[in-house]
């Protein structure tokens, strides 16, 4: 009581709070433009299949990504994370089947919780102690807030030109979740206490 609050440190939290409200977008609509491209294919029931295929890959890369030691910080792996997520939201809406629908959702879940656990990684370590939870509070808010417009701008694309045009709204989401990524600044004093802890 009657202590100083630290400074939140904006220039990183609100970076990463954009980009996970992005992710939350890119997600919200991926959802529901999977369903509705297993409806226009005629195999409704394949949608619980694909979206289960997705998290299977990220649970993969989550297993595999908290194994290793890595050698590079926490925002070089989040900017490299924002790509991947980028880059495998652009072949969606060529997707011609089932089959190799569920190939290329594998392939991008991947990139999910790599980047996740970046994000989270690094508010950890900008966030001071006593306003941690408030920080990391924003960045799920932010997921949270992301999948509602998401979904629904993705139903409207739905309507007027079909599933496949609809998964472009994530990949506007996975744009914007990249350049939230590059814009995110780390602290000079954080970085210097990475550098001397490595």
């Known amino acids: 009581a009657g202590a100083q609050r630290p400074a939140m440190p904006w220039l990183a939290v609100g ?18 433009s999977t369903v509705a491209f297993s409806e226009e294919q005629g195999q409704q029931g394949a949608a619980g299949f694909l979206l289960a295929i997705w998290a299977l890959g990220s649970l993969i890369a989550g297993l595999v ?29 060529l997707v011609p089947s089932i089959p190799l629908m569920a190939l290329v959702l594998l392939i991008g879940g991947f990139a999910i919780s790599p980047t996740l656990i970046a994000a989270m990684s690094l508010a950890q370590q900008v966030l001071p102690e006593a306003r941690l939870t408030e920080g ?9 807030l992301g999948l509602a417009p998401g979904a629904a701008l993705a139903g409207v694309v739905i309507e007027e030109s079909g599933a496949s045009a609809a998964y472009l709204v994530s990949l506007g989401g996975g744009v914007l979740a990249l350049a939230a990524a590059l814009a995110t600044r780390v602290p000079e004093h954080v970085r210097t206490e990475v550098a001397s802890a490595e």
Do not use: C, D, H, Y
Not at 15 to 32: D, P
Not at 74 to 88: I, T
Not at 136 to 144: F, N, P, R, S
């Open 15 to 32: 970076a990463l709070t954009v980009l996970t409200f992005a992710l939350g977008v890119l997600f919200g609509a991926a959802e529901v």
């Open 65 to 93: 990504s908290g194994a290793i030691t890595w050698r590079q910080g926490a925002l070089v792996r989040l900017r490299w994370g924002a790509l991947g997520m980028a880059a495998a939201m652009v072949p969606l809406a």
């Open 136 to 144: 990391m509070m924003l960045l799920q808010t932010g997921i949270a």
